[in-house]
């Protein structure tokens, strides 16, 4: 079964930093780019990071550009993203997500993991 | 910035038919999928490249694309498909349409 579970959520204050990670299986994880997607609670969907199967390319938007960073562990099958200098406008639930063969379509995602960012 | 504009709510009868739209400039070369999202759930993709429904969708599920206005059509609308459902183009999302079966 293809599966994505996040991890690493949690309370933090602002100006602090939290690593969430994504464990994948039922599927080459190398082979797939892989995402980050975050949904402030009772709002939308928002792309955060793209990074392509080799770890070799990252992108990000714009609200989180020099903040966040975005990896990847191939031989553990492992999605990581570095959040730092966090602000209160980062609480989200953030979700792991599979980019969908020969498309940009989000084919899988993960259940997703909250960040809560507060004094 | 690219903006992606849904409407906020479509409400429909059981058994009729629902049409969300997404409205871009241009969308250009770029696919348009969507995503249904229930309450408490994680999104899931109902349908990618405009029109191809993901593995599982039921075939009451079809998209359209004509440029500049993509449109998702759920046939025969039961309870259950009662969720908020997104539209994205490259690394977009639209702004949201929840669904409401009265």
């Known amino acids: 079964e293809v599966q994505l579970l996040e991890s690493g959520g949690g309370l933090v204050q602002p100006g602090g930093s939290l690593r969430l990670s994504c464990a994948a299986s039922?599927?080459?994880?190398?082979?797939?780019?892989m995402s980050w997607v975050r949904q402030a609670p009772g709002k939308g969907l928002e792309w955060v990071s793209n990074?392509?199967?080799?770890?070799?390319?990252?992108f990000y938007a714009a609200s989180v550009k020099g903040r966040f960073t975005i990896s990847r562990d191939n031989s553990k099958n492992t999605l990581s993203l570095q959040l730092n200098s966090l602000r209160a406008e980062d609480t989200a639930l953030y979700f792991c997500?599979?980019?969908?063969?020969?498309?940009?379509?989000?084919?899988?995602w993960g259940q997703g993991t909250m960040v809560i960012v507060s004094s | 910035s690219y903006v992606l504009t849904q409407p906020p709510s479509v409400s429909v009868a059981p058994g009729q038919t629902a049409r969300i739209t997404c409205g871009g400039d241009?969308?250009?070369?770029?696919?348009v999928h969507w995503y249904q999202q229930k309450p408490g759930q994680a999104p899931v993709l109902v349908v990618f490249?405009?029109?191809d429904r993901a593995a599982g969708i039921p075939e009451r599920f079809s998209g359209s694309n004509s440029g500049n206005t993509a449109t998702l059509t759920i046939s025969r609308v039961d309870a259950g498909d009662e969720a908020d459902y997104y539209c994205?183009?490259?690394?977009?999302f639209g702004t949201g349409t929840r669904v409401t079966v009265l």
């Open positions: 997500a599979k980019k969908a063969d020969l498309s940009d379509a989000f084919d899988i």
């Open positions: 039922g599927f080459t994880f190398t082979n797939y780019a």
């Open positions: 990074v392509s199967g080799s770890g070799g390319s990252t």
């Open positions: 241009n969308f250009g070369s770029n696919s």
């Open positions: 490249d405009d029109s």
């Open positions: 994205q183009v490259w690394d977009v």
